[in-house]
C-alpha cells in the first residue's frame, strides 16, 4: 500500500497543565501526518459476496477519494444507495425522462415491502449525509463520511446477510443443535 498526505511538526497536542512535563525547554513538539490519499483504496465497508457489482462498485469509488475529499466521499455513498436501488428495479428516471430524486426513490422501495422501513431509514441517513457533502460549503470529516459507511454497511448486512443468517438459525432449531447437513 502506498500513501501520500500532509506532514507537519506542532506543539504536542498532550501539552498542557494537567500533564508532567518540564517546560523549562519550551513546549513539547510532535509530529502529525494527514493522510490524503491511500493506494490501493483502503476499504471502508465490508461488501457482502450477494450484493450486486453496482454496489460494489459503488463503495469502491467512495473509498477511493474518502481522503482527499470527504465531502465527495459521502456524496459516492449516497449513489451507492442510488445503484442499489436501481438494481432492486426502482427506476431512476420518471416517465418524462427527468431524474428521480433518491428521497423518492427511497420511499418506492420502502413501501413495495413491509419489512423495510427500518433499512430505508438507513438509506434515507447515508441519503442525508451524502446531501450535506455534495454542497460546495461542505465540511464533513473523514470520521463522519466512515460513520455514514458503518450506517450503509447495516443497511446492507441486514439485506444481503440477514435473510442467509436467518435461513441458517433456522436449520440450527429444526436440529436442535449443530446443522450438519452438506
Do not use: C
Not at 490519499?37 to 476499504?43: A, G, S, Y
Not at 413501501?111 to 465540511?139: C, M, Q, Y
Amino acid at each position: 500500500m502506498h500513501g501520500t498526505g500532509d506532514y507537519e511538526v506542532g506543539v504536542s497536542r498532550l501539552s498542557g497543565e494537567d500533564h508532567d512535563y518540564d517546560y523549562s525547554y519550551g513546549p513539547p513538539y510532535s509530529s502529525y501526518l494527514t493522510v490524503t490519499h491511500l493506494h490501493p483504496p483502503m476499504l471502508m465497508m465490508p461488501i457482502p459476496k450477494s450484493a450486486p457489482d453496482e454496489v460494489r462498485e459503488g463503495v469502491m469509488r467512495a473509498s477511493r477519494v474518502l481522503f482527499a475529499d470527504p465531502g465527495l466521499a459521502a456524496t459516492a455513498l449516497r449513489a451507492t444507495v442510488e445503484r442499489f436501488l436501481t438494481s432492486a428495479g426502482i427506476s431512476a428516471t420518471q416517465p418524462t425522462g427527468q431524474f428521480r430524486t433518491a428521497h423518492e426513490r427511497i420511499n418506492e422501495w420502502r413501501d413495495a415491502d413491509l419489512t423495510r422501513p427500518p433499512i430505508a431509514d438507513l438509506f434515507f441517513a447515508v441519503k442525508w449525509l451524502g446531501n450535506a457533502g455534495t454542497h460546495e460549503d461542505s465540511d464533513l470529516t473523514t470520521i463522519e463520511v466512515l460513520d455514514g459507511a458503518r450506517v450503509l454497511d447495516e443497511a446492507f448486512h441486514r439485506l444481503f446477510l440477514g435473510p442467509d443468517i436467518d435461513a441458517h438459525a433456522k436449520t440450527i432449531n429444526a436440529a436442535k443443535g449443530p446443522s450438519r447437513l452438506p
